[in-house]
């Protein structure tokens, strides 16, 4: 079992994180703390494998608790942040503190649930001692990459980037930028900065279909489907 420790001040969302945390297989909760001081002493406690982190605690900004811990030798938790904060700056510092995951309230329990089971496979890759194929480095790796916040590029837009993603996630097959344009309603450019961002962050894959002539065209399409 993965020991996770829930760190928030609201009691109730605490609780809620808890019953999310309990219909995970795999995963037990080990503790709660409510403030960042008792989130330090907590994980020295209960030795947690993930720390559920909220940003804003009454006594102390997340993100100290976090560089706390990862300035422990002996305390070396994986950290899922889970908080209101969405500015650029905060996930940028989440992610430098190399936390796991990034989420922002509010979310399914859906959108909880892959996140944690994606960690999950993540650790399994590194299970055991001794030397690793590539492969199985490539999917550790993999599942990392696509758990992890991603920052929105300037001028992009989460709206859009929420209807390109659904564009994906429902046409049958793959699709080129401009099918994606027109399905949206943007630009082509604007389409493939959107396609692009979302392979950079694990969401989509991209894979070249070659013609009679010419350079090939780029199609795209939900990460489901494979890799990029």
């Known amino acids: 079992m993965i020991g996770v420790l829930v760190v928030d001040d609201d009691f109730m969302v605490a ?4 019953g999310y945390v309990a219909k995970v297989p795999g995963f037990a909760v080990v503790g ?6 008792s989130a330090l002493r907590a994980v020295e406690a209960t030795r947690p494998d993930l720390v559920l982190l909220d940003i804003y605690l009454p006594d102390r900004s ?43 309230k509010p979310f399914p329990f859906s959108t909880f649930a892959d996140r944690l089971q994606r960690y999950a496979e993540g650790r399994r890759a590194l299970e055991g001692s001794g030397e ?10 993999e599942q990392v990459r696509r758990a992890r916040p991603s920052v929105l590029p300037k001028g992009l837009s989460t709206t859009t980037r929420a209807l390109v993603a659904e564009v994906l996630k429902t046409a049958e097959g793959d699709l080129s930028a401009v ?18 961002h979302l392979c950079e962050s694990g969401q989509a894959t991209q ?7 010419g350079r090939p065209e780029h199609r795209y399409a939900w990460a489901a489907r494979g890799t990029c």
């Open 32 to 37: 709660e703390a409510h403030n960042g001081e």
């Open 62 to 104: 997340g993100l100290d608790v976090l560089r706390e811990l990862r300035a422990s030798a002996a305390l070396a938790p994986d950290v899922l942040v889970i908080t209101a904060a969405r500015d650029v700056e905060t996930v940028r510092a989440a992610m430098h503190g190399g936390v796991a995951s990034y989420l922002v």
């Open 132 to 141: 690793l194929e590539q492969s199985d480095v490539d999917r550790a790796f």
């Open 179 to 196: 099918e994606t344009a027109e399905r949206v309603g943007i630009s082509r450019v604007s389409a493939r900065r959107y396609l692009e």
């Open 207 to 213: 894979r070249p279909r070659y013609g009679a002539a």
């Open 15 to 18: 609780r809620i994180h808890r």
